[in-house]
């Protein structure tokens, strides 16, 4: 299966914003999900979106802040994320999940695709 490769992150200034993508050329068939990890954190869930780019969801924590897209025929998955924030620094993690046209669980364990990881920091 090809990897998950994200791109997009990178240093911003507080109240800024940037717009993640991952090319997921196998995936257009699953749900698909990012996550983050910050240093000393565990990983957590961020937002979802279905297979078919219909329905998504998200954490509280950044509800109104991110939104998260598909383009099925460019085979990627964006996050754009708003009003960012210095507690949002964190690596950033595109994920597919395990079970095809299933909406996403908010479980790390439930998705088999991940990517490296892109690094997000946020700066006051």
């Known amino acids: 299966q090809v990897p998950l490769v994200e791109s997009g992150g990178g240093l911003v200034q507080a109240g800024g914003s940037l717009r993640l993508s991952c090319a997921a050329s196998?995936?257009?068939?699953?749900?698909m999900a990012w996550f983050r990890q910050a240093p000393g954190k565990e990983r957590e869930f961020v937002a979802a979106i279905s297979w078919s780019g219909g329905a998504n969801d998200y954490a509280d924590f950044v509800k109104g802040r991110f939104f998260i897209s598909r383009d099925t025929g460019k085979n990627t998955v964006y996050l754009q994320m708003d009003s960012l924030n210095p507690e949002d620094t964190a690596v950033y993690y595109c994920?597919?999940?395990?079970?095809?046209?299933?909406?996403?669980?908010?479980?790390?364990?439930?998705?088999?695709?991940w990517g490296q990881g892109t690094q997000v920091t946020v700066s006051s």
């Open positions: 196998e995936f257009n068939k699953y749900g």
């Open positions: 994920a597919g999940y395990s079970r095809k046209y299933q909406y996403p669980t908010h479980q790390s364990a439930d998705f088999g695709s």
